[in-house]
């Protein structure tokens, strides 16, 4: 493990209002919280767009997806934050330092993949004696993790969760009258039961830092043995919650947030003639005369070719002039369909 302290000099991008910074810090001195960001994994379902470009680093209208999470750390009042990289590290700790956070940020290295609680143990020097609030950075979200800060306990795991959109895609966490976790199901399965999706942020109380497990590690290494002394509990958190799994998902999550309009970044090179509908048009991106656009996202290696003609594509390569694609993901070594 590599501990490289990185220290932000101005504020996030994506902070408009002094007065959240201020409410963070004050949070910050009542509950002395660190912050760890999960950005290790590989990414595979997220191929071939992970093989050049990390998923926590993909653009989501020119901040990279981390950008949610890491965002909704700060405004916690996290006291410093530890980002565990692996696959692509130059290319996430880039975009970690592109949003300058506020607060101290150390970068631990995992030359092996250690798994979830593998990555938490490795970088357990770094927290303190406080509790920890833990992020995935492969996600978007706009919640209100209030009620998991509150829920919090030295001897205890809580995990934020959301009313499931759909059993039968995600696994799902299942609580009892007390909030506490009785079980976990995979997708499609305990369907009669009510369960709830995890989003990601989970809040480790002090004492519970010492029962993470030698790495490497899944979570539920760590989890289960909560469980099983009750010591490990479910808090619903309110807002929006987004997952970005694969191109599509990722597309879809680029046009959600995005809405009806077009986003074209100052650096991006667009031709006056060309015709963009829905489209998100990412720094370093090209698109050539007469180019029709339609529910796109175009990333910084994209170069569309003039009289192009596109539709519901996630472009990170070169597309030929005069060519027409639709649900396409065009990489630098080739071009594939946009499907689930």
């Given at each position: 493990m590599v501990l490289e302290p990185q220290v932000g000099m101005e504020l996030l991008s994506f902070w408009h209002d002094r007065d959240r910074l201020d409410e963070a810090r004050t949070r910050g001195r009542a509950l002395p919280v660190t912050g760890m960001l999960l950005a290790a994994g590989l990414?595979?379902?997220?191929?071939?767009?992970?093989?050049?470009?990390?998923?926590?680093?993909?653009?989501?209208?020119?901040?990279?997806?981390?950008?949610?999470?890491?965002?909704a750390l700060v405004a916690a009042g996290v006291r410093r934050l530890v980002v565990n990289l692996h696959r692509h590290p130059e290319l996430v700790a880039q975009a970690v330092r592109q949003l300058c956070p506020p607060v101290p940020v150390m970068f631990s290295y995992e030359p092996q993949l250690l798994g979830p609680a593998g990555g938490l143990a490795a970088a357990r020097a770094a927290f303190g004696d406080g509790p920890v609030l833990v992020a995935n950075a492969d996600c978007w979200s706009e919640l209100d993790l209030a009620p998991l800060l509150a829920s919090g306990g030295q001897e205890r795991v809580v995990l934020g969760v959301v009313p499931h959109p759909d059993r039968g895609r995600w696994g799902a966490v299942h609580l009892d009258g007390a909030g506490r976790v009785v079980g976990f199901s995979g997708p499609g399965e305990n369907l009669e039961e009510r369960g709830f999706l995890f989003t990601g942020f989970q809040l480790l109380g002090s004492e519970t830092l010492a029962l993470l497990p030698d790495?490497?590690?899944?979570?539920?290494?760590?989890?289960?043995?909560?469980?099983?002394?009750?010591?490990?509990?479910?808090?619903?958190?309110?807002?929006?919650?987004?997952?970005?799994?694969?191109?599509?998902?990722?597309?879809?999550?680029?046009?959600?947030?995005?809405?009806?309009?077009?986003?074209?970044?100052?650096?991006?090179?667009?031709?006056?003639?060309?015709?963009?509908?829905?489209?998100?048009?990412e720094a370093g991106a090209g698109v050539g005369p007469g180019a029709s656009l339609s529910r796109c996202v175009l990333l910084p290696q994209a170069e569309v070719g003039a009289g192009a003609r596109l539709s519901g594509c996630v472009v990170a390569g070169p597309v030929p002039a005069g060519a027409v694609l639709e649900d396409a993901l065009v990489t630098p070594r080739g071009t594939f369909p946009l499907a689930a």
């Amino acid at each position: 493990m590599v501990l490289e302290p990185q220290v932000g000099m101005e504020l996030l991008s994506f902070w408009h209002d002094r007065d959240r910074l201020d409410e963070a810090r004050t949070r910050g001195r009542a509950l002395p919280v660190t912050g760890m960001l999960l950005a290790a994994g590989l990414g595979e379902r997220m191929e071939p767009l992970s093989s050049f470009l990390p998923k926590p680093a993909l653009p989501v209208l020119g901040a990279p997806l981390l950008a949610s999470s890491l965002g909704a750390l700060v405004a916690a009042g996290v006291r410093r934050l530890v980002v565990n990289l692996h696959r692509h590290p130059e290319l996430v700790a880039q975009a970690v330092r592109q949003l300058c956070p506020p607060v101290p940020v150390m970068f631990s290295y995992e030359p092996q993949l250690l798994g979830p609680a593998g990555g938490l143990a490795a970088a357990r020097a770094a927290f303190g004696d406080g509790p920890v609030l833990v992020a995935n950075a492969d996600c978007w979200s706009e919640l209100d993790l209030a009620p998991l800060l509150a829920s919090g306990g030295q001897e205890r795991v809580v995990l934020g969760v959301v009313p499931h959109p759909d059993r039968g895609r995600w696994g799902a966490v299942h609580l009892d009258g007390a909030g506490r976790v009785v079980g976990f199901s995979g997708p499609g399965e305990n369907l009669e039961e009510r369960g709830f999706l995890f989003t990601g942020f989970q809040l480790l109380g002090s004492e519970t830092l010492a029962l993470l497990p030698d790495p490497p590690a899944p979570m539920a290494a760590f989890w289960r043995p909560l469980m099983e002394k009750g010591l490990l509990f479910g808090v619903e958190v309110k807002g929006v919650f987004r997952e970005a799994g694969n191109p599509l998902a990722y597309r879809e999550l680029v046009m959600e947030v995005l809405g009806e309009g077009v986003f074209a970044s100052p650096l991006a090179a667009v031709s006056s003639t060309a015709h963009l509908v829905r489209t998100a048009v990412e720094a370093g991106a090209g698109v050539g005369p007469g180019a029709s656009l339609s529910r796109c996202v175009l990333l910084p290696q994209a170069e569309v070719g003039a009289g192009a003609r596109l539709s519901g594509c996630v472009v990170a390569g070169p597309v030929p002039a005069g060519a027409v694609l639709e649900d396409a993901l065009v990489t630098p070594r080739g071009t594939f369909p946009l499907a689930a």
